[in-house]
């Protein structure tokens, strides 16, 4: 214990009497706190009404806790002597005598003699390991102590020359709670802004406190996510703790914004066509969204098909001549959402034709006269046997040829409706059929 006898002897020399002022002079141990696992640091101040030129202490720890590594100058040192620090500074990290650390200072040893001016200021930083396993919540005391060591360190503050046993404010360290990491918010469906909070948790909690924008609940302590719901627009600001054996963490924080998906906007520019003959209705139309879940196709009110959101054209065959349908396209947006329709009214005609056009070339000449002879004695195909039954009698034969040549030149009957000019249906009910007429001479 050389460094002990020497600083003991120096001081010696600066004391010519001792006394006891101890609402005077102290020595701070300032409280700390840490994670497990980390290096920390503790703070010991020295308080004096007059200058000071020395100290020396000694201060205990929990060694299940703690592991002192290194003592360093405090501030009120460091700057001493134009920065070059004390001329004496010394510890020992395995004092006899407990677990703990001693250290002794003397600011100068030669003139000119400084001192550690009045007031309260900071003299040493002790630095120790904390363990991995200390549990939050727990401590170490650090107690100022005056039997470490051999010969025993005393703690005292050396003033002009008088040892003075200064009050000792003892100190702790406490071990904090590890805090929650990567608190993040994912929007998990921008329809609704339903999310999910999100973090890692740093340690073992017994709970966890979820505040949002101020608003506390508690949740289990193995929990690491949480489904919110956020508002459009609107920024949510979350601070997520944990807490071990009644001691909280620091908090972690995140945000999040959901920017709500718009309502879809519905199909458009619908277009629907018919062929007469057949009562095929076909529909077409613009998708002014690729997120559409869905089309629907309905008529009158019902619904008929269920389309996929992508596409853009149907079909549809009437049920029935010489009657308005209303076809409608509808369906979901890409939120679900039911979209605007669009419709057309359609009617099918039925087969249109002009009465003695045989050759469906929209007039009545003698061409016509030749092709009923030809589908009479030929097999001649013919598009339409209603055209071919001029004289409306129900029946295909040669007198409807000889009644197409009477009207074209002998000033004969008009053949009957719908007549020879005009396109129209066939008023009487017989057994013929017009399919193929070319309805296009009817526009």
Known sequence: MLFWKSITGAICL???????????????????????????????????????????????????????????????????????????????????????????????????????????????????????????????????????????????????????????????????????????????????????????NGGLYDSIEITRDGATTSHAGTDTSLLISLTDGVAANYEVVGIRNLTASAAGLGSGTCSQTPPSIGPSDLLCTIDHETCTVTMSWTNNDPTYQDLTFSVDGVLVSTLLGTATTTSHILPAELVDFSLEISGSGGCGETMPSISCIMMCLPERFKRGDVNGDSGVDISDAIGTLSYLFQATPSPCLDSIDTNDDGGVDISDAISVLNYIFAGGVEPPAPGPSTCGIDPTVDTLDCPNYNTAVCN
């Open 14 to 200: 600066m004391i010519c009497v001792s006394g006891i002022q101890a609402q005077n002079y102290a020595l701070h141990s300032v409280p700390t706190s840490g994670l497990p696992g980390a290096t920390i640091e503790a703070t010991i101040n020295l308080e004096t009404p007059s200058p000071a030129q020395g100290f020396q202490f000694g201060l205990i720890h929990d060694s299940t806790l703690l592991i002192a590594t290194l003592v360093t100058e405090g501030s009120a040192l460091a700057s001493a002597n134009a920065g070059s620090g004390a001329d004496y500074f010394h510890f020992e990290l395995s004092p006899i005598g407990g677990t703990g650390v001693v250290v002794g200072a003397i600011v100068s040893l030669s003139p000119p003699l400084e001192s550690i001016p009045v007031g309260t200021h900071q003299v040493a930083v002790i630095q120790y390991s904390l363990s991995a396993t200390a549990e939050p919540g727990s401590s170490s005391n650090l107690t100022f102590i005056n039997t470490l060591g051999s010969p025993s360190v005393n703690c005292v503050i050396s003033v002009g020359g008088v040892s003075q046993q200064p009050i000792l404010d003892h100190g702790s360290l406490s071990v904090e709670t590890p805090a929650p990491t990567g608190v993040t918010v994912t929007v998990d469906d921008p329809c609704t802004c339903d999310a999910t909070l999100s973090w890692t």
